[in-house]
């Protein structure tokens, strides 16, 4: 039962030692020239994966994040702020972990609940976040699994009873019609698992690239940030971090060089020093991947910050979906 599965998160897990590097001490290998190969034909994926349209798929998910730009909505919603926010990504993800739903449902409850935020002129209570996240958690369920039955009673109990059956289905109209029914959003999580496949990342690169990807989710800042830089920018953090290199195929792949993603990459792992000293309550997230089925990745040492923790956060303007 959803329910029962709040639970108290722990803080402090185990983790192996690392040997972090500093982005500084990065040699840049020379860019090769483009060589246009098709890793995807070379798959041993079953036939229904359709392997040989992979990359005219990632292009239709690329140009696709033009329809779901996110701007500043807090100037609008002024009761919000970026610790309420966290507070509400903190929530969604407390309600993800229920059967190991994580990523993907997570991901996309997040976006709706930001698109219907941005796109709601009305003025929105505290009171109310509360059934707009887990609404959007309800819908994304429903729309990325077919074989979990959650009813909405379940999410009902959530919310302490506050909200009704009827409330819950109100809302789940409103959030569709504020997207015109485009529940096929684009997100960082989608890219990120097609760019560890490329490179047949080990399994802690890949833990660790979807915690940092996961984390920028409860970071206003990183709202607006086109999803496949977000994803691409979490990878080569996660594959310095691991004393890992970044991978020549990647620039084909990601469409980005490593040049471009360096300040992405920065500005993530500044993130995560910003989360201990600002949002370290809300740690559904990091306990998630506290596990020993996520190799600690959420304990590892990261790579030396170039900014104190109070220092915002810089995007730069190339990464921004505008």
């Keep these: 039962m959803i329910s029962s599965m709040i639970l108290n998160y722990p803080l402090i897990a185990p983790t192996p030692e690392t040997d972090p590097q500093p982005f500084e001490d990065l040699?840049?290998?020379p860019v090769p020239p483009v060589i246009k190969w098709n890793l995807d034909e070379q798959s041993t994926e079953p036939e229904n994966d359709v392997a040989e349209y992979a990359e005219e798929?990632?292009?239709?998910?690329?140009?696709?994040?033009?329809?779901?730009k996110i701007g500043k909505y807090f100037d609008k919603h002024i009761r919000l702020d970026p610790e309420v926010r966290a507070e509400m990504v903190?929530?969604?993800?407390?309600?993800?972990?229920?059967?190991?739903?994580?990523?993907?449902?997570?991901?996309?409850?997040?976006?709706?609940?930001?698109?219907?935020?941005d796109n709601c002129d009305d003025v929105i209570y505290y009171k109310q976040l509360k059934l707009i996240s887990s609404t959007a958690v309800?819908?994304?369920v429903k729309y990325e699994t077919n074989h979990f039955k959650c009813p909405i009673s379940e999410f009902v109990k959530v919310t302490d009873d506050i909200f009704s059956q009827k409330d819950y289905r109100i809302m789940e109209r409103e959030i569709l019609k504020s997207i015109g029914f485009e529940v096929g959003i684009p997100t960082a999580n989608f890219f990120l698992a097609r760019f560890c496949k490329i490179i047949k990342a080990d399994e802690r690169v890949d833990a660790t690239a979807r915690y940092v990807s996961n984390m920028a989710l409860?970071?206003?800042?990183?709202?607006?940030?086109k999803d496949d830089i977000l994803a691409a920018g979490a990878l080569c953090l996660a594959l310095y971090t691991n004393g890992q290199d970044w991978k020549p195929a990647l620039d084909q792949y990601t469409g980005y060089t490593i040049r471009e993603l360096e300040p992405v990459a920065k500005a993530l792992n500044h993130m995560l020093y910003k989360w201990e000293s600002y949002y370290k309550d809300c740690k559904a997230i990091f306990t998630y991947y506290s596990g020993k089925k996520n190799h600690y990745v959420a304990s590892i040492e990261w790579l030396p910050s170039d900014f104190p923790p109070h220092v915002d956060i810089v995007i730069p303007e190339y990464a921004l979906n505008v």
């Design 27 to 29: 040699d840049y290998l």
């Design 138 to 140: 309800y819908l994304a």
């Design 57 to 68: 798929i990632m292009d239709y998910y690329r140009q696709r994040q033009s329809l779901f």
């Design 90 to 117: 903190n929530f969604m993800a407390q309600l993800t972990t229920v059967n190991n739903m994580f990523d993907d449902i997570l991901f996309l409850a997040v976006k709706l609940f930001d698109l219907y935020l």
């Design 218 to 225: 409860m970071f206003y800042e990183f709202v607006n940030v």
